[in-house]
């Protein structure tokens, strides 16, 4: 069965910290991947998108970044936070349907 | 993509049916309909889709007009657990490349003993 995992769930990081959430699918190969956010009190925000292994696009300026160093994984990444980098993290692939989205737990990231 | 106009905020008693309205007057022809709900804390669940037929599953039925500019997410007998905010997304699908969708700000739906 198809399933996505992210951790850790929940960080609380100073301001100039690094970061670095991680998100993991297994049952599927080639996945398109997603980091979306949810800041408080707002709707879901596109972050990044992957459609393969080091293939990456950008929906939004931001001081974060991603990787895919391997077909199942997905990372997201910061040199350095700020406080409004503070969000809800939802990983999610489409599970083979047509355009709904299977989404992870959630990474919940306090900057202080 | 279309663009959808939801109630921010719904009530149903405890039992009852839930009918959550959504507005897509823009909505092209090759556009499906999306629900998903989210519950406090969690990741969106999806709920159902549609392109112009009504649809059923075991979560929902999806009633979409004819002419396709508005449609309702029916919840037969709503319960406890189904308050959570309830996001209505309208876009073109391909099969297997789901993914880039842009989230509203939803109907908060509470479900009252």
């Known amino acids: 069965s198809q399933t996505i995992h992210q951790w850790p769930a929940t960080l609380v990081q100073p301001v100039g910290s690094p970061l670095s959430l991680e998100c993991t699918v297994e049952g599927t190969s080639n996945p398109n991947l997603y980091w979306y956010r949810q800041a408080a009190g707002r709707g879901l925000q596109l972050l990044f998108y992957?459609?393969?292994?080091?293939?990456i696009s950008s929906e939004v300026p931001q001081n974060l970044s991603a990787s895919r160093p391997q077909d199942r994984q997905f990372i997201l990444s910061s040199k350095k936070l700020l406080l409004s980098d503070s969000g809800f993290y939802l990983c999610?692939?489409?599970?083979?349907?047509?355009?709904?989205?299977?989404f992870g737990e959630g990474s919940r990231l306090t900057v202080l | 993509d279309a663009k959808t106009t939801q109630p921010p905020s719904m009530d149903c008693a405890e039992g009852r049916a839930a009918n959550l309205p959504c507005n897509h007057s823009?909505?092209?022809?090759?556009?499906?309909v999306y629900w998903y709900r989210q519950i406090h804390s969690q990741g969106p669940q999806y709920i159902i889709h549609?392109?112009?037929n009504n649809e059923t599953n075991e979560m929902a039925s999806l009633i979409i007009t004819e002419d396709r500019k508005s449609s309702t997410l029916i919840l037969p007998h709503a319960t406890l657990r189904d308050t959570a905010v309830y996001y209505c997304i309208v876009r073109v699908a391909f099969y297997n490349q789901g993914g880039k969708l842009i989230f509203g700000q939803g109907t908060e739906l509470s479900v009252k003993p």
């Open positions: 549609g392109l112009k």
């Open positions: 992957s459609i393969g292994i080091g293939q």
């Open positions: 823009t909505i092209s022809g090759n556009e499906y």
């Open positions: 999610a692939f489409p599970p083979g349907g047509y355009g709904e989205l299977f």
